[in-house]
Nanobody, 122 residues
Framework: QVQLVESGGGLVQPGGSLRLSCAAS????????MGWYRQVPGKQRELVAA???????NYADSVKGRFTISRNNIKNTVYLQMNSLKPEDTAVYYC????????????????WGQGTQVTVSS
């Protein structure tokens, strides 16, 4: 009933840029927060950046100054602008939304996208 669809991943050289997008759709009543996480094989999924409905943001130390998260509340879309990419940014990036559906107002649940691969390599 809720879908998160990501786009924008790919292969980029070190120092390059990519922009990820994630659109949420379905029986959405309200979205409290949206964010991006990433995961590499053998490691836990980690928070990259998050943004609240009031546009307060939070970033992992490793991406501060290089990545920018933003959202369009009307389109239920979150973006991640990634600049000055490094090989260590290589991972599968997952979109997350903490939201309420029309069927369960007052209770927020986490929903996840399918993931998009970002590879930083020369």
């Amino acid at each position: 009933q809720v879908q998160l669809v990501e786009s924008g991943g790919g292969l980029v050289q070190p120092g390059g840029s990519l922009r990820l997008s994630c659109a949420a759709s379905g029986s959405i009543f309200s979205i409290n927060a949206m964010g991006w996480y990433r995961q590499v094989p053998g490691k836990q999924r980690e928070l990259v950046a998050a943004i609240t409905s009031g546009r307060s943001t939070n970033y992992a130390d490793s991406v501060k100054g290089r990545f920018t998260i933003s959202r369009n509340n009307i389109k239920n879309t979150v973006y991640l602008q990634m600049n000055s990419l490094k090989p260590e940014d290589t991972a599968v990036y997952y979109c997350n939304a903490r939201l309420e559906t029309f069927y369960q107002k007052g209770t927020s649940y986490d929903y996840w996208g399918q993931g998009t691969q970002v590879t930083v390599s020369s």
